[in-house]
C-alpha cells in the first residue's frame, strides 16, 4: 500500500438534497508501505562470529590452541572428546560419521534445554539468569498463570508458567523474553508497559524459566503459545486490546505469532529479533566449525566450505525428525510479509549476536502501518537500557497512532490454486486424468484410449511404448524413450486481463548424471519455458504471466527426452508435483477516494473512484456486506447508502478481483 488518507466522512441527514464537499472531518493518517530503512551509523559483521566472513579455515597448533581463553578450551576438550568417542578415522563412512557428529553439536547446543556437551549460549556469553526487580517485588496485583499445551516433539502435554501483573485496564501486553533467558530477564519491558497503562502478561516460553519442556523450537511451536496466553487473559476480560512485545528470539515468537493476525492484537513491537533461523542456523555453525580448527583429528577438512552440508544434516536428521518442523520454515521474514498487524522494529546499532541488518529486511517486508528504531550504540537486547527515553518516545508514539486508527486494516485474499486436480486422480472414464488433457506433441490434446492400470501411453511404435504418463508417489511422471519423444498435460483455465498469475511445481529427476538428456517444458498457450533439471533433490519451478486479455489459456506441463546416449539409458523419467497455479496480486487496493457527498432525509449519495472494474463495498462493524457497487472501466462509482441510526459506524472498502480489500472509509452518522 502507498502512503493513503483515512477519511471520516458524517452522513449528515439534511432535510434538503444538498452537494457538499467530500468530509466534513479528515484525519490523515501513514498506512502505507515506506520501505526506506534507517541509516545505520554503526555497524557490525553480520555473522555472530568474529572472523572476517572470507577468513579461511586454518588448522591450529596446540599452542594456538592454549592461548584460548579457559572456558573456550573446556569447550574445544568436550568437543574433541565427543567426536573422538563417536568416530573411527580409519572407517571408510569417517566423512558422512562426522557431518552427523557436528550437527549433532549443534542441535545438543542450541535446541536441548539440557546440554549434554556444552551450551552456545555459555559460549556466547548469553545465559538468562534470574534477577531482581524492585518494580515486580512492591507492584500491586501481581499473580502466577498456567496453561497446558500439547508438545509435538515428545507428544506430552506441557504446563507453562507466567507472570501476571494486573493494572486494572482495558489493554493488555504480552511481554516476552529471549533465548535462555526467563520471564524474570525482561521486567524493565514489562514495568514500562505497566506504567504506559497496561496489564502484563510476562510467560516463560517452552523449555525456559519455570515452564516445562525438552527442546526449544525457536517460535516454531512457541509463536501458538502466545496466542493462548491471549486467550486465557480474554477468558478473564473479554475485549482486551492486547499488543505484544517480544526480545530476540521472544521478538521471531511475537512476529510469527501474528502471521494469522488475532482479532485482538492491535500492535507488535519486536526488539532485536532475527528473520530467519536459517541464517541464526549458519552462524552457529560456523561458530561451532571455527572450533574445529582447534582439534587434529577433523581440522583437516576445510569445514566453512562444507556449511550447506551441515545445515542440511542438521535439519534432515535433527530438526525434522526431532522437533518435526523444517528449519527453512521458521522464518519471521515471512510472517510480517502477510500480516498487516501495525509493527514497530527496533534494533541497537551494536548488535553483534542478530545485527542491524535483522531489522531491515524486517521492516521492508512488512506489511502494514510500520515504524522503527535504531538505538545507537546498543548491544543485543538492551535498547530500551542503551536508549531510555529515545525508545520509551518511540515506542509510546507507535502506540498512540495505532489507537488513533479507527479504519478496518487491508486485507489480503487466500492465495487460492486455480488449477483442478492437481493430484492427478483418473477420470472415470479412464481417458484421461480429471481436468487435463494429454499430448505427446504438446500441441494437439486429447483423450487417451491406449491406457492401462498403470499408465496413459501417448505414443507407441511397434508395439514399443515411447511417452506415457501416470502417477506414483512422487508425483505426475512423465515417460520418454529415443530422442523427441515427450509427454505433456494440459488443464485450460479461464483468466482474467492484466492480473498477475504464477504456475509453480516442484520437478524430480531422479538420474540427473545420465548421459542421455531431457527437458522440463511448461508455460501458458503457445509460449513455453524449456529447461533441464540436473539437480538430485527436487527443485521448485516458477513462471509468471499476465495475459493481455480476458479467456480461457491453456496450463502446459510436459517433458522431452532431447538426447539418447549409448552409454546411457534408452528411455527418461521426469517427475512433477505440487503443481500451482495463483493470482499473485498481494496488493491491496488504496483506500476509496470520496469526491462528492449529497444528503436526502431518507439517504446519502456517494460519489467516488477506486480501482477500475471492482467492487465497492460498504460493511458493518462485524463485516456484514450492506451495499455493494462495481466501479467502472475508470474506477468511478455512485452509491446511496440509506438514512442510519445516529452513531452507527460503517466501513467503505474496495475489494479488487482477488479479494485483496483496502483499508476502510469510515462512515459515521449524524
Request: net charge neutral.
Amino acid at each position: 500500500m502507498k502512503k493513503s488518507s483515512k477519511f471520516i466522512v458524517g452522513l449528515l441527514l439534511l432535510s434538503m438534497l444538498s452537494p457538499i464537499s467530500a468530509a466534513a472531518n479528515e484525519n490523515v493518517v501513514v498506512i502505507g508501505e515506506d520501505n526506506q530503512v534507517e541509516s545505520q551509523p554503526v555497524r557490525t559483521n553480520r555473522s555472530i562470529v568474529q572472523e572476517q566472513p572470507d577468513e579461511p579455515f586454518e588448522a591450529k597448533t596446540t599452542a594456538e590452541r592454549e592461548q584460548l581463553p579457559q572456558k573456550e578450551q573446556e569447550i574445544i576438550n568436550r568437543m574433541e572428546q565427543y567426536l573422538k568417542e563417536n568416530s573411527n578415522p580409519n572407517a571408510r563412512n569417517f566423512g558422512p560419521v562426522l557431518n552427523k557428529l557436528i550437527a549433532s553439536l549443534a542441535f545438543d547446543a542450541t535446541v536441548r534445554r539440557e546440554n549434554t556437551i556444552f551450551s552456545i549460549a555459555d559460549l556466547l556469553g548469553i545465559t538468562g539468569t534470574s534477577e531482581t526487580s524492585s518494580w515486580f517485588e512492591n507492584v500491586a496485583g501481581k499473580s502466577e498463570r498456567y496453561i497446558t499445551v500439547f508438545d509435538e516433539p515428545t507428544q506430552t502435554n506441557l504446563k507453562l508458567h507466567s507472570y501476571y501483573v494486573d493494572n486494572q485496564s482495558d489493554k493488555t501486553a504480552v511481554v516476552h523474553h529471549g533465548y535462555r533467558s526467563n520471564s524474570m530477564n525482561i521486567m524493565e519491558e514489562a514495568q514500562f508497559l505497566y506504567e504506559l497503562g497496561y496489564n502484563v502478561i510476562i510467560p516463560d516460553a517452552r523449555s525456559h524459566g519455570k515452564s516445562e519442556g525438552t527442546y526449544i523450537a525457536f517460535g516454531a511451536y512457541e509463536r501458538n503459545d502466545i496466542n493462548a496466553w491471549i486467550n486465557q487473559e480474554l477468558e478473564v476480560k473479554p475485549n482486551q486490546k492486547i499488543v505484544l512485545l517480544g526480545v530476540s528470539m521472544g521478538a521471531a515468537t511475537v512476529m510469527m505469532s501474528q502471521e494469522t493476525p488475532h482479532p485482538n492484537v492491535e500492535a507488535v513491537i519486536e526488539d532485536c529479533g532475527y528473520y530467519s533461523i536459517e541464517q541464526q542456523a549458519r552462524d552457529v555453525m560456523r561458530l561451532i566449525t571455527s572450533k574445529l580448527q582447534y582439534i587434529p583429528l577433523v581440522n583437516k577438512v576445510d569445514w566453512y566450505n562444507c556449511e550447506n552440508e551441515l545445515i542440511d544434516s542438521l535439519n534432515n536428521q535433527f530438526v525434522k525428525p526431532i522437533l518435526k518442523v523444517d528449519l527453512f520454515s521458521i522464518a519471521p521474514l515471512n510472517s510480517v510479509s502477510k500480516s498487516n498487524v501495525p509493527k514497530l522494529f527496533i534494533h541497537g546499532s551494536a548488535d553483534w549476536f542478530i545485527p542491524p541488518v535483522a531489522k531491515d529486511k524486517l521492516y521492508t517486508a512488512s506489511l502494514g502501518y510500520k515504524d522503527q528504531l535504531t538505538v545507537p550504540n546498543a548491544g543485543h537486547a538492551v535498547n530500551l537500557k542503551v536508549g531510555g527515553n529515545l525508545y520509551k518516545d518511540k515506542v509510546s508514539s507507535f502506540l498512540k497512532t495505532v489507537n488513533q486508527m479507527k479504519s478496518l486494516r487491508p486485507q489480503l485474499a487466500e492465495d487460492k490454486n486455480l488449477l483442478f486436480n492437481t493430484e492427478f486422480k483418473r477420470n472415470t472414464a479412464q481417458t484421461s486424468f480429471d481436468g487435463w488433457k494429454l499430448s505427446n506433441n504438446g500441441s494437439k490434446f486429447n483423450s487417451i484410449t491406449a491406457s492401462n492400470p498403470y499408465e496413459f501411453v501417448l505414443k507407441k511404435s511397434g508395439g514399443e511404448i515411447l511417452s506415457a504418463l501416470s502417477t506414483d508417489r512422487n508425483g505426475l511422471k512423465f515417460y520418454k524413450k529415443r530422442t523427441g519423444s515427450a509427454a505433456y498435460a494440459a488443464q485450460e483455465v479461464s483468466l482474467t486481463k492484466n492480473q498477475p498469475y504464477e504456475l509453480s511445481f516442484d520437478a524430480y529427476n531422479p538420474n540427473p548424471k545420465e548421459y542421455s538428456e531431457q527437458v522440463i517444458k511448461y508455460g501458458f498457450g503457445n509460449s513455453l519455458k524449456q529447461e533441464k533439471q540436473i539437480a538430485k533433490n527436487k527443485v521448485n519451478k516458477k513462471i509468471a504471466f499476465t495475459p493481455q486479455t480476458t479467456g480461457p489459456q491453456n496450463i502446459i506441463l510436459g517433458s522431452e527426452m532431447t538426447y539418447s546416449s549409448l552409454f546411457g539409458r534408452k528411455d527418461t523419467v521426469m517427475y512433477l508435483s505440487n503443481v500451482k497455479l495463483i493470482n499473485t496480486d498481494r496488493t491491496a487496493p488504496e483506500p476509496v477516494k470520496i469526491t462528492q457527498v449529497s444528503v436526502t432525509p431518507s439517504e446519502t449519495f456517494l460519489t467516488g473512484q477506486g480501482e477500475p472494474e471492482t467492487l465497492i463495498q460498504v460493511v458493518s462493524t462485524t463485516n456484514e456486506v450492506i451495499l455493494e457497487v462495481t466501479t467502472d472501466s475508470n474506477g468511478y462509482f455512485n452509491l446511496a447508502v440509506p438514512k442510519q441510526q445516529t452513531g452507527t459506524l460503517l466501513h467503505m472498502v474496495n475489494k479488487d478481483l482477488k479479494g485483496n480489500t483496502s483499508a476502510s472509509i469510515v462512515l459515521v452518522s449524524n
